[in-house]
Every structure is written in structure tokens, then in C-alpha cells.
């Protein structure tokens, strides 16, 4: 029998669904339909996941109430560290946020669950370097209250701002691979902690929300070798991919990296760094188009990202749970509309291997 498989599901629609339109041909992405650009200046974090929210995690959702919901996560979510900080604060990082994450308990609500990644993330980062926990403070928001739980001291404004613009940018990206894997757990009618968790997992690799700790990484490989363009074809003679480039959706632009591009250079960050990472993308988007002719091969979020993250202070192996710390609100919203279907996810294989003898 003729059967066509798509081993990676490219083109395959698996849901219908009201939270984010992403047209990687135009380098469109809404959010319930907002642009990233709307989203940043007028709602911020908070704000975009109330739009995002509106109708799976409550009714007459606003800024202001999310804004409390997180406040009230993060503290449960401090509360609860004894739980299980003494395993995960001897292991590293990836590991023990989902040692975190998968403590919460079975009914947790949505924004408990969204609230554990900061705390978690904050504690950890500290109490491997000998330092205790902060508390955290119901008055800030989701994203001035990381920075002032990883630091133990209030971020500057500026500061609070570029992280707020990277959550809001970042939190929810149409069928991504973890968004995907949210769904499919919480289709058999597990719970939402499970689709978190399980996400959470899909999330780290470095083909997805693993790659921006692997960019800096890169980026000093370079700097060490001394030779940009050398460097880089070797690289793709070798058949390693680069770190920051491609998206399975977005072919042209990805929409984000610009709106990340200026957050960074609110930051004002080192120059040198900067400059030496613009001369980098440009000449690895050479390098591309020479060695992956007929590829389009673009610029994705994550050189940007782990500039900014960089510029933050936030430790290079503490990138990809930062992320994970704003996604979660898209696994969510994509997990609860999910539930809504009441359809479970099961595909199926095409048999390729030996038959029966008779
Ligand atoms: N560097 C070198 N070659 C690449 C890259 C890259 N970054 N990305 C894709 N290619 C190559 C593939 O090897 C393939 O070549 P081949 O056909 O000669 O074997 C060709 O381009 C086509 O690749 P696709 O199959 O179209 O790419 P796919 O959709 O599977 O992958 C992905 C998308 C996983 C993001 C890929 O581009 C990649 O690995 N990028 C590097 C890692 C990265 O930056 N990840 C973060 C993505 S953003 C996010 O998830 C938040």
C-alpha cells in the first residue's frame, strides 16, 4: 500500500485554534489577533497573557489581575521550595527546574504553574552560588520580580523593561514543537501539570528553546578561533548546524528577532560584543546561502535572545529556563484549548519492518 509519512509533520494542520496566527512566508505572528509590536508597547507580559488567557483561564481577564495571580503563584510557588529544593539544588539547572515543576501538585492552576518557573529558576541560580532564596514581591511584575530574585536586589527600570519585552515576545508561538507536546499530553486527559512538564522536556533540547545558551557558546568559539568565515564553513562542511539560524516556520524573518534587536540595544550592552555578533550573523547568512543553496535560512530569535539574556546577568545555562519561564503561558493556553476539543491525539505509523513468516 502507498502511504505518504511525514517524519517531522511539516505542513500537517493538528488543531484548530484562536491564540496565534504564524505565517512564517510573511513573517507574521498574532496573538489572538495582536501584533508582537502592539503586544510589547501596550500590554506587556502580564497583559498579553490575559489576551491569551481570556476564555481558557478565567473570564474578564485584565493586566492588573494576572499581574496578582502571578504575584499570589510565585509566593505558593516560594512556600513550596522546601518540597523539593534539596534534590534539585545538586543537580543542573535543566534538571532541576523539572524537579520543580514536576513537584507541583496534580490540580495546581494555571498560574501556579506559570508562577513556579521564576521562583525556581531564581532560587536555584542563587543557592548554587551559596546564596539564599529571595522572597519574592507581590507589587512587581513577573518579569522585574526574576530579576530581582536572581540578583537579591531591584533591577533598573530599563532592565525590568527588556526582560518584560523578551516574555511578551516569546510567550506563545503557534504549534511549536513544545506547544505540540502540551497538547498531546493533555488530550488523554492528563493534567495540566503533566502537559507542563512534559512540554518543559520537548522545550530544552537545542533544535528548539535549548538553542540560546548554545548561541554565546558559539559566538566565544569564533572569537577564540579568530577567524569568522573559516570558522563558520567548517562548521557547515562538518554538517553542524549553526546555533541561531533556521525555523521550521519562519523561512523569511522571524518577526521577533527585530522587536528583540531593539530591546537589546536598550540595554546598551557591551559594543564590542554587539558589534562582533552583527558581523557574525551577517557573514554566517553568507555562509548559508553559499553552503545550503536553495535554503532559506534566517536569522531566528535566538542570537538576540541570548544577547539580551547575556545583558541581563542571567547565567548562560539559566537562558533556555528563562524562556521556558515566559512559553509556559503559551503550553497553557494551548493545553486548555486542547482540553476544550475533547479529542485525543493519536496518530499513526506506517509498518516498514519484517512480516510474519506466513
Ligand atoms: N545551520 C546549518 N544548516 C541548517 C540549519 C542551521 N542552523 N538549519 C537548517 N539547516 C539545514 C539542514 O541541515 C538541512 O540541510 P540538508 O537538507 O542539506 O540536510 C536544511 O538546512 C533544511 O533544514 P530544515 O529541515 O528545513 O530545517 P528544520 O525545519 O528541520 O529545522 C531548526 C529547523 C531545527 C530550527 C533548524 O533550522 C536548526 O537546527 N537551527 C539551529 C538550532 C536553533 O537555532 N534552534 C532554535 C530555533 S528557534 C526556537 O525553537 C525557539
Known amino acids: 500500500m502507498d502511504v505518504s509519512v ?13 491564540l496565534s496566527h504564524v505565517d512564517g512566508n510573511d513573517g507574521t505572528i498574532w496573538v489572538r489577533g495582536h501584533t508582537i509590536d502592539d503586544l510589547v508597547r501596550n500590554h506587556g507580559f502580564e497583559g498579553t497573557v490575559a489576551i491569551l488567557w481570556e476564555g481558557f483561564a478565567g473570564a474578564g481577564l485584565t493586566r492588573g489581575q494576572i499581574q496578582s495571580e502571578f504575584a499570589a503563584g510565585r509566593q505558593k510557588a516560594f512556600a513550596r521550595l522546601d518540597d523539593w529544593v534539596g534534590l534539585a539544588a545538586k543537580r543542573p539547572l535543566l534538571e532541576g527546574v523539572r524537579i520543580a515543576l514536576a513537584a507541583l501538585p496534580e490540580d495546581a492552576r494555571p498560574a501556579e504553574i506559570a508562577a513556579t518557573l ?13 546564596q ?44 511549536g ?10 488530550s488523554t486527559q492528563a493534567s495540566l501539570v503533566s502537559a507542563v512538564v512534559s512540554a518543559y522536556c520537548a522545550f530544552t533540547g537545542p533544535l528548539h528553546g535549548g538553542a540560546p545558551g548554545p548561541v554565546l557558546d558559539m559566538l566565544d568559539a569564533i572569537e577564540a578561533a579568530g577567524d569568522i568565515e573559516g570558522w563558520l564553513a567548517a562548521q557547515l562542511v562538518a554538517g553542524t ?22 530591546a537589546v540595544a536598550s540595554l546598551e550592552p557591551d559594543a564590542g560584543r554587539l558589534a562582533f555578533a552583527r558581523e557574525v550573523e551577517t557573514k554566517a547568512l553568507a ?8 535554503r532559506s535560512l534566517k536569522t531566528n530569535i535566538e542570537m538576540n535572545a541570548a544577547l539580551l539574556l547575556e545583558a541581563l546577568g542571567v547565567p548562560r545555562d539559566a537562558f533556555t529556563q528563562v524562556f521556558a519561564a515566559a512559553r509556559c503561558a503559551g503550553w497553557l493556553a494551548n493545553a486548555i484549548e486542547q482540553q476544550k476539543t475533547g479529542r485525543m491525539i493519536r496518530p499513526a505509523s506506517n509498518y516498514v519492518g519484517p512480516r510474519p513468516a506466513d
Open 6 to 18: 511525514s517524519n517531522g509533520l511539516e505542513g500537517v494542520i493538528a488543531a484548530d485554534t484562536v
Open 118 to 130: 521564576p521562583v525556581a529558576v531564581a532560587a536555584l541560580v542563587r543557592m548554587r552560588a551559596g
Open 132 to 175: 539564599a532564596a529571595v522572597q519574592p514581591d507581590d507589587s512587581l511584575s513577573a518579569a522585574a520580580d526574576f530579576l530581582r530574585m536572581m540578583r537579591g536586589e531591584e533591577a533598573a527600570a530599563k532592565e525590568a523593561r527588556a526582560l518584560d519585552t523578551y516574555f511578551t515576545t516569546v510567550c506563545e508561538n503557534g504549534l
Open 177 to 186: 514543537n513544545s506547544s505540540f507536546t502540551a497538547r498531546v499530553t493533555v
Open 241 to 262: 548546524r549553526l546555533m541561531g539560524f533556521g525555523h521550521r516556520v519562519f523561512r523569511i524573518r522571524d518577526p521577533r528577532a527585530e522587536v528583540l534587536r531593539a
Open 287 to 294: 555562509a548559508l546561502h553559499k553552503h545550503k543553496p536553495g
